[in-house]
């Protein structure tokens, strides 16, 4: 009988052993552990192709309670939305005795190296990242550094290893068409955000889903995407507007951006919900003291940062969750702005 020896354990990888297996020094491989850039492509192939191969794992951190700081990463950093983000963010690091440092990303949806180096060098207990996802190698590492990380509404579909807290975007969508539907209109446009991010493109498949129940056809013409700013629906908003065969309703992709489409619809002297309705998405508090109140998608923003923060503080002591993708329930919140149209088209 063969007697089949274990294999050791991952844990008796040194970074030595990496760097004797590719023939480098061990300050070149504690410098592709670190993230650090100094490295040549090639080099750092083969050191994070030996990390693999050794099942390298730097020792994860146990944190007290009440001690270390958590980082919270925006893509952009600058509406009411973000501030709904923060306050969930900040109530759960409170009361777990916790830091927080906020940090933005110029509107990009992926940290720079020269970000993920200066990080790496901090050592934060723990990252959430916002509307925002990191490449693979900047993944493994911060694995590498026993710093966890979880994404809240992520731009992009990510794997099953990456904690993950969103919202049902394609299901607001639905429900955001479905009402404008109901109410009679039948020429509806839709400001996405931008296409390249997932919940734009979920919101305007759930627009579509609500159309195709109902048997109407879509107006390619109607359908925009952009950026989720209050200049983004104001200046859609007056092309949709200005065209002779305007829509009777629009539905914006954020509060935000159906404060511009009130403007737009002020300066072409149309009144609403009298002449146009307008509906928004996210349920900031601000939606209720617009004039007139808005109709919106309510995404349980707080909720969502909340318990991303928890599934983060929860892996900082080593415990895994119980699934890495978690999706809140959209509503539909009715106010003032929408209404049947005056000119069923």
């Known amino acids: 009988m063969t007697e089949h020896r274990p294999l050791d354990p991952p844990a008796s990888t040194t970074i030595a052993t990496i760097a004797n297996d590719v023939g480098v020094s061990v300050a070149t491989v504690s410098k592709v552990l670190n993230g650090r ?7 750092r192939a083969r050191v994070e192709a030996s990390l693999d191969r050794h099942q390298y794992q730097r020792r994860v951190r146990r944190p007290s309670t009440g001690s270390g700081r958590i980082e919270l990463v925006f893509h952009e950093f ?8 923060l306050r969930g963010v900040e109530a759960a690091t409170t009361a777990a005795g ?29 990252v959430v990242f916002v509307l925002s996802h990191l490449a693979e190698a900047q993944q493994q590492h911060l694995r590498r550094q026993g710093i966890p990380f979880v994404v809240v509404d992520t731009d992009s579909a990510t794997s099953a290893s990456v904690p993950t807290v969103g919202s049902n975007n394609w299901n607001g969508g639905l429900l955001a068409a479905r009402h404008l539907l109901d109410l009679g209109h039948r020429r509806i446009a839709v400001i996405s955000g931008p296409p390249d991010v997932l919940c734009s493109r979920a ?17 390619r ?19 949709l507007l200005r065209r002779p065969d305007r829509p009777t309703a629009i539905f914006a992709g954020s509060d935000i951006q159906a404060m511009g489409v009130l403007r737009a619809a002020r300066q072409c002297g149309l009144r609403v919900p009298e002449d146009l309705s307008v509906i928004g998405y996210d349920n900031l508090p601000v939606s209720a003291w617009t004039d007139p109140a808005l109709t919106t998608i309510n995404q349980p923003l707080r909720d969502m940062a909340g318990i991303a923060t928890q599934m983060l503080l929860d892996l900082t002591r080593g415990n895994e969750p119980a699934t890495s993708r978690i999706d809140l329930v959209t509503e539909l919140v009715v106010r003032e702005s929408t209404a049947p149209p005056a000119d069923p088209r």
């Open 203 to 219: 919101r305007a498949a759930g627009f579509q889903s609500a159309h195709d129940e109902a048997g109407i056809v879509v107006d």
């Open 98 to 126: 916790v830091g927080l440092s906020v940090a933005q990303l110029d509107g990009a949806h992926r940290p720079p190296a020269r970000w993920l180096e200066a990080l790496l060098a901090d050592r934060p207990l723990g």
């Open 78 to 85: 600058d509406t009411g939305w973000a501030m709904e983000i």
């Open 221 to 239: 013409e109607l359908v925009r995407y952009g950026s989720f700013s209050a200049g983004a629906g104001h200046a859609h908003g007056l092309q």
């Open 37 to 43: 850039g100094d490295v040549a492509p090639g080099t």
